[in-house]
């Protein structure tokens, strides 16, 4: 039976208007029937609503009860449309309804398929459970209504109702269930065209007609029609006009019990001999012999496509079976052959039948052929192989058959092994091939069967096993290939033995050793794996293995240079950081020791001065004397670089380690004596102890880090311990680095520009751009803050690089306006000075800008210039050979050296902040002030004065001969929308000094 779907809201909505014409219909034939055939009991003698319920709902399993709630709906109205009273139409309402869920639940009970009637014994179980059972039990619930109000008796009423409702399901449910999608165009093309059908339907119905009209029992000539349609249309076809017929055939009965045509119409009806009721029921089982022909008709046609189906996928597979298949008959001759016939002998089959084989081929191979043919004509198998005259190889396997009455005959099947035997030769060839191969390569190869005797040694393994193949073969593995642990000298297991038994790929455990025939010991790597057969059995073992002593010396010697650095043989970070966790998890609460930092003061001075040669040696012995002033069981370890690190695993009292941080510094004391060159070298030290700064590696790192970084600010060849402010620093300083970095892609970065004014005229004669540090949550921070941090992790270039290329804009942008054209200073550093960078940058923002170079001027700090003076005046020079200024910013906090002033020949002198603080109370620092104007003059440079903060000082700058003036006095640094205003104007202040 088609399964059950589970009932879902969105499924039910679909079946909204089926169930709305199968309620209508269901009304209308109920009403109709009830109207024309009321009987006893008000019981219509033919009832053909339940039977269409009952189709829908094995049609329909999804919506099944709401089908069957749709009948007793439509028959609750149909009793009450024709005035029943409220309690028989209740009754009959739900008789029906019983009835047909009855039948209904029984069939799903029993798994059957009522859809399609494709088994007369199915299709039988079903039809009886609707026709008979589902109308017993509903009969039986109205007639006990009927006799209990008095209406009509129990059995009568219950005989009226079972034979109407199985007249209706006799009558209807074939046609019903035997509908398919697609049915009713397979009837067409059965019936040969809508004509046929239509006269093939108007015979039967004349038939029919004419039977009801003068024959009291018409059935009897309906069924020779009714059995001609079985034939011809089929199960649904033959159900359907069968019932058409029938219930044209128990219309005209009704019609004629009711008396409309009894006066006019032939006398054979008015005979009441046989009922209405009985003549309905027997009119209805003429249809069951028609139904059960029409079944078995399909069935059997069914069976013959599938046997025609069949024969022609039989002669399919002979016909591309790649071998010769040939039938022959007692006499030899061909009764079947397929198509590789004509393949390989060039004859069709229809031309080679009735002709003996022997005929059709090469006399060479109807001589090897006729004495296998005759030994299998008296009941032997013959299986052989022919070369035949053309090259080619047949494999042929030749039996009789079981001897029938017709007689007996010889199947025949050859196929074509020519490949086949070529291959065979290939592998013989491939195997010699392999052999010699395995014998030639550099690698022992040994291979066993599946009891581990030996079956194959290569030259090499015989080498190192001392054995040869001839007195090996056959003898146990464990007799010729013995292992040995080489560590322990005790014997270990064979991984070959484990490898057959497991079934999967194995290798020698680490440090396993070969002891050959005389003794000798050979440290091996080997891999051993199955052999598998052609089902994938294992069938024996295969093991390759080599000498591994070179290379196992270079593994320790290369696990040697993994750990330790390779310029000074100390540990590297990586063994540092395990010899550190060793210390640390051995006892972490009891055990107290330090970790040290150590970085060279001013080593790339001498790294850069002498060369990297120089260096290296320099660094080679700075590891002899730090190894020479440490304790057997400290770690003396190579960072990288400059950098060592120094791990004292105990210390009896934390004071320990300031004595050993004095005794490394001790150490450098004494210059180093380096091809020629006495070098002195100093050294910072940061110190962490443990377990009272960390309990781990990687902090107890970044302690010593941060105390190292704290000993090299203090003043360097010094030490300092770690202490949690460092810690805090250190935070501090990463959690700014990556809000900087955040800042440069987000676009935080502002510019503020600072005037400076003619010192006569106070008029404007420039500006210095700025950078300020706008967070989006937060106040604005000053370059102090950020720029040193930038330059120490690289961000100063992209900051340099925005800001030069912005300053130039903006400077471009308020020419454009029409505004007074004036210089932009910017400050660059030359942090990590490389001219090819900053001299491209600002080739590239001038020609991005279209600023001309007379605007801008390029400012750097003297402390920056004397890092690398001979690279910084490379740059400088270049830079203003493009047309741009070159000033010295912040003069007189740094080296002041004239002679520098000489070899950068800057084109502006700007004074320190410092220097104009007291010079209007300090003479010295006044005379001071005139002295550097003065000796700005002789070299040809513009002096500049920078934080003026009162007009004292501003009157005194400008009568020493300063020449232009910057500070608070006139203008803090300003937004560029706060500039245009005073550009606008042009004078700040009228001048401090009269002229």
């Known amino acids: 039976m088609t399964a059950v779907v589970e009932n879902r809201p969105a499924r039910w909505l679909t079946e909204i208007p089926t169930l709305t014409a199968i309620g209508a219909i269901y009304f209308a034939l109920g009403w109709a029937t009830l109207v024309a055939a009321r009987q006893p009991g008000e019981v219509a003698s033919a009832w053909l609503g339940t039977a269409i319920i009952f189709a829908m709902m094995c049609h329909r399993p999804h919506a099944a009860w709401a089908y069957l709630a749709v009948g007793g709906v439509a028959r609750l109205l149909v009793g009450l449309t024709v005035a029943d009273p409220l309690t028989l139409a209740l009754g009959h309402a739900?008789?029906?309804?019983?009835?047909?869920?009855?039948?209904?639940?029984?069939?799903?009970?029993?798994?059957?398929n009522p859809i399609g009637l494709s088994r007369i014994g199915e299709s039988v179980k079903v039809i009886s459970i609707a026709a008979f059972a589902g109308p017993a039990m509903g009969g039986s619930l109205i007639a006990s209504i009927n006799a209990y109000v008095g209406r009509a008796a129990f059995i009568p009423t219950w005989w009226i109702w079972f034979v109407a409702s199985s007249f209706g399901a006799l009558v209807l449910l074939p046609a019903l269930l035997a509908y398919r999608p697609g049915e009713a165009a397979k009837l067409v093309r059965r019936a040969k065209g809508w004509l046929r059908l239509i006269l093939l339907v108007g015979a039967v119905l004349a038939i029919a007609i004419a039977s009801v009209t003068y024959l009291q029992r018409p059935f009897i000539v309906i069924a020779l029609p009714l059995m001609v349609m079985a034939f011809t249309l089929g199960r649904f076809g033959t159900a359907t006009v069968s019932a058409l017929v029938i219930l044209t055939v128990a219309g005209l009965r009704l019609s004629f019990d009711h008396g409309q045509f009894a006066s006019s119409i032939g006398s054979g009806v008015t005979d009441r001999r046989l009922g209405s009721i009985a003549f309905n029921f027997y009119c209805a089982i003429t249809l069951v012999p028609a139904l059960v022909v029409s079944i078995v008709n399909d069935r059997r046609k069914a069976t013959r496509h599938k046997l025609k189906a069949r024969e022609r996928q039989l002669s399919l597979i002979a016909d591309t079976t790649p071998g010769l298949i040939v039938q022959l008959g007692m006499d030899g001759k061909l009764m079947f052959v397929n198509e590789k016939l004509q393949d390989w002998f060039g004859l069709a089959p229809e031309q080679s039948l009735h002709r003996k084989l022997i005929e059709l081929v090469h006399p060479h191979v109807a001589a090897i052929l006729a004495p296998h043919i005759e030994a299998a004509l008296a009941g032997e198998t013959r299986v052989f192989e022919t070369l035949a005259a053309d090259g080619r190889w047949f494999r042929s396997t030749i039996a009789a058959q079981e001897r029938d009455k017709s007689g007996g005959s010889v199947i025949m099947l050859s196929v074509d092994i020519t490949d086949l035997r070529k291959a065979k030769d290939a592998l013989r060839e491939e195997k010699q091939f392999l052999e010699t191969t395995l014998g030639s390569i550099g690698d022992a190869v040994l291979s066993t069967d599946v009891a581990a005797r030996v079956t194959y040694l290569n030259r090499v393994a015989e080498d190192m096993t001392g054995w040869s193949l001839e007195e090996a073969r056959g003898r146990h593995l464990a007799e010729i290939f013995q292992l040995v642990d080489t560590t322990t000298g005790e014997p270990t297991f064979s991984p070959l033995d484990i490898a057959i038994r497991d079934n999967r790929i194995l290798g020698l455990v680490p440090n396993t050793g070969l002891v050959n025939r005389i003794g000798a010991t050979t440290p091996i790597e080997d891999s051993a794996a199955p052999i598998h057969n052609a089902d994938g059995a294992v069938i024996g073992g295969v093991m390759v293995f080599k000498d591994v002593s070179e290379s196992r010396a270079m593994a320790l010697r290369m696990s040697h240079l993994a750990q330790h650095d390779f310029l000074t043989d100390l540990p590297n970070r990586l063994l540092l950081l395990d010899r550190m966790n060793q210390v640390l998890s051995a006892n972490p609460q009891a055990r107290r020791g330090a970790l040290m930092f150590l970085d060279l003061?001013?080593?790339?001075?001498?790294?850069?001065?002498?060369?990297?040669?120089?260096?290296?040696?320099?660094?080679?012995?700075?590891?002899?004397?730090?190894?020479?002033?440490?304790?057997?069981?400290?770690?003396?370890?190579?960072?990288?670089?400059?950098?060592?690190?120094?791990?004292?695993?105990?210390?009896?009292?934390?004071?320990?380690?300031?004595?050993?941080?004095?005794?490394?510094?001790?150490?450098?004391?004494?210059?180093?004596?380096?091809?020629?060159?006495?070098?002195?070298?100093?050294?910072?030290?940061?110190?962490?102890?443990?377990?009272?700064?960390?309990?781990?590696?990687?902090?107890?790192?970044?302690?010593?880090?941060?105390?190292?970084?704290?000993?090299?600010?203090?003043?360097?060849?010094?030490?300092?311990?770690?202490?949690?402010?460092?810690?805090?620093?250190?935070?501090?300083?990463?959690?700014?680095?990556?809000?900087?970095?955040?800042?440069?892609?987000?676009?935080?970065?502002?510019?503020?520009?600072?005037?400076?004014?003619?010192?006569?005229?106070?008029?404007?004669?420039?500006?210095?751009?700025?950078?300020?540090?706008?967070?989006?949550?937060?106040?604005?921070?000053?370059?102090?803050e950020f720029?040193?941090?930038?330059?120490?992790?690289?961000?100063?270039?992209?900051?340099?690089?925005?800001?030069?290329?912005?300053?130039?804009?903006?400077?471009?942008?308020?020419?454009?306006?029409?505004?007074?054209?004036?210089?932009?200073?910017?400050?660059?550093?030359?942090?990590?000075?490389?001219?090819?960078?900053?001299?491209?940058?600002?080739?590239?923002?001038?020609?991005?800008?279209?600023?001309?170079?007379?605007?801008?001027?390029?400012?750097?700090?003297?402390?920056?210039?004397?890092k690398d003076t001979e690279r910084a005046r490379q740059v400088m020079e270049n830079i203003r050979a493009l047309g741009v200024r070159i000033a010295m910013d912040d003069f007189g906090t740094g080296y002041s050296s004239i002679a520098y002033l000489q070899m950068f020949r800057f084109d502006v002198l700007k004074m320190d902040r410092m220097l104009i603080t007291s010079i209007d109370s300090d003479h010295v620092q006044r005379a001071l002030v005139r002295a550097i104007i003065d000796m700005a003059r002789a070299l040809s440079c513009q002096v500049v004065a920078e934080g003026v903060e009162t007009a004292e000082q501003a009157r005194v700058l400008q009568s020493k001969g300063c020449d232009e003036i910057q500070g608070f006095l006139f203008s803090r640094p300003l937004p560029a929308a706060d500039i245009e205003p005073l550009l606008a104007r042009g004078v700040l202040a009228e001048c401090m000094v009269s002229r």
């Open 601 to 784: 003061d001013r080593f790339k001075h001498i790294n850069e001065a002498l060369g990297h040669d120089i260096g290296d040696q320099l660094l080679r012995e700075v590891a002899k004397r730090l190894t020479g002033a440490v304790r057997g069981d400290d770690t003396v370890s190579r960072q990288g670089g400059d950098e060592f690190a120094v791990l004292l695993p105990r210390l009896n009292d934390y004071r320990d380690a300031a004595r050993v941080a004095e005794a490394l510094l001790g150490a450098m004391e004494s210059p180093f004596n380096i091809d020629g060159h006495k070098l002195a070298v100093r050294m910072s030290i940061g110190i962490t102890l443990f377990p009272e700064d960390a309990n781990d590696a990687e902090t107890l790192l970044k302690c010593a880090d941060s105390a190292l970084h704290h000993a090299k600010a203090a003043g360097r060849e010094c030490y300092r311990y770690y202490t949690p402010s460092m810690g805090e620093s250190a935070e501090l300083r990463m959690r700014m680095e990556h809000d900087l970095r955040h800042a440069l892609e987000n676009g935080e970065l502002r510019l503020h520009f600072q005037p400076k004014v003619d010192a006569s005229t106070c008029a404007i004669t420039g500006f210095e751009a700025l950078v300020r540090w706008q967070p989006p949550q937060g106040p604005l921070i000053l370059p102090g």
């Open 787 to 866: 720029i040193p941090l930038a330059e120490e992790c690289g961000l100063i270039d992209r900051i340099d690089a925005w800001v030069l290329g912005e300053a130039c804009r903006q400077n471009k942008a308020w020419q454009q306006a029409g505004l007074r054209a004036v210089r932009m200073a910017v400050n660059v550093s030359l942090a990590r000075i490389d001219g090819d960078r900053l001299v491209n940058l600002v080739v590239e923002v001038l020609r991005d800008t279209g600023l001309e170079p007379c605007y801008l001027d390029i400012e750097v700090t003297e402390s920056q210039v004397m």
């Open 94 to 112: 739900a008789a029906h309804t019983l009835g047909a869920g009855i039948a209904y639940g029984w069939v799903r009970r029993l798994r059957l």
